[in-house]
């Protein structure tokens, strides 16, 4: 059964992930570079894990295809937006939040690695469908 301690879980594993990564490679490169070793990351800890995915636009029961693409989508559940930027604007957290409501997934983490500490800089997201799950 899928619950919120689960997710929590994995988006903890996903944070250990990003770490290590910036461990490894510090601050100052680009975005695809970090994504790119996300993904070997992920991959090595045993999670499920695609990268540059199309979100779908659905309007009225039709589709209308996608032009918006989310950087990783973690085990179906959880979609990683990756940065490189000296500052978290508000639109890189309405990019998530449109990212979940469009896939309908729980919950969205937006990770910044232009900074000292990842878990500080970290921005955790989580939607009604999160809400809904049963604590354990």
């Known amino acids: 059964m899928l619950t919120q301690k689960y997710i929590n879980q994995i988006s903890y594993n996903i944070v250990g992930c990003a770490i290590e990564v910036h461990k490894h490679l510090g601050p100052g490169l680009l975005e695809s570079v970090y994504e790119t070793c996300m993904m070997e990351e992920l991959t090595t800890s045993g999670l499920k894990a695609f990268r540059q995915v199309p979100v779908p636009i659905r309007y009225k029961d039709k589709d209308l295809g996608s032009n918006l693409i989310l950087d990783l989508l973690v085990e179906d559940l959880i979609i990683v937006e990756l940065k490189a930027v000296e500052i978290i604007i508000p639109v890189y957290k309405a990019q998530l939040l449109s990212y979940l409501k469009l896939t309908g997934k729980p919950k969205g983490l937006l990770i910044n690695f232009h900074c000292e500490n990842i878990s500080q800089s970290l921005i ?12 354990e």
């Open 124 to 135: 955790p997201l989580v939607t009604e469908e999160f809400a809904k799950l049963p604590k």
